[in-house]
């Protein structure tokens, strides 16, 4: 057996995600929105939560959107789309997530699901 061969380890590895709130304005065209979520996947982040409102200018358009990677790449992509008129970043925190944490959560949904049935 090869002394150099590396061994398997069984550390889980730790991801720092980047929550993010992008504000959108845009004009009202037929496809925007389909564009704006085309955008957001390509540039490897997920969508969370979407909000969405007409004004006299076009729509305004508030993206919750998490992901490894930093936002301003993905806020200089979405201003480039012909139809935005603005895009910016308005709030942004850091969440730690590991299989530990995803561990704890499972375990805990299912002692609480446990408590339910027996009461």
Same mark, same amino acid.
């Given at each position: 057996?090869?002394?150099?061969?590396?061994?398997?380890?069984?550390?889980?590895?730790?991801?720092?995600? !980047?929550?993010?709130?992008?504000?959108?304005?845009?004009?009202?065209?037929?496809?925007?929105?389909?564009?704006?979520?085309?955008?957001?996947?390509?540039? &490897?982040?997920?969508?969370?939560?979407?909000?969405?409102?007409?004004?006299?200018? &076009?729509?305004?358009?508030?993206?919750?959107?998490? &992901?490894?990677?930093?936002?301003?790449?993905?806020?200089?992509?979405?201003?480039?789309?012909?139809?935005?008129?603005?895009?910016?970043?308005?709030?942004?925190?850091?969440?730690?997530?590991?299989?530990?944490?995803?561990?704890?959560?499972? !375990?805990?949904?299912?002692?609480?699901?446990?408590?339910?049935?027996?009461?």
């Amino acid at each position: 057996m090869n002394s150099s061969a590396q061994q398997p380890t069984n550390q889980k590895s730790i991801t720092q995600k !980047t929550i993010s709130t992008i504000q959108c304005r845009v004009t009202n065209t037929p496809a925007i929105l389909e564009r704006l979520l085309r955008t957001v996947r390509v540039r &490897g982040f997920m969508l969370k939560q979407l909000e969405m409102k007409t004004n006299s200018q &076009g729509l305004d358009i508030e993206l919750e959107v998490f &992901g490894e990677r930093n936002t301003s790449m993905l806020i200089n992509q979405l201003n480039k789309l012909i139809e935005v008129q603005s895009a910016f970043e308005i709030d942004s925190s850091f969440e730690i997530d590991s299989a530990f944490e995803v561990d704890k959560a499972t !375990t805990t949904l299912k002692s609480t699901a446990a408590e339910r049935m027996s009461a």
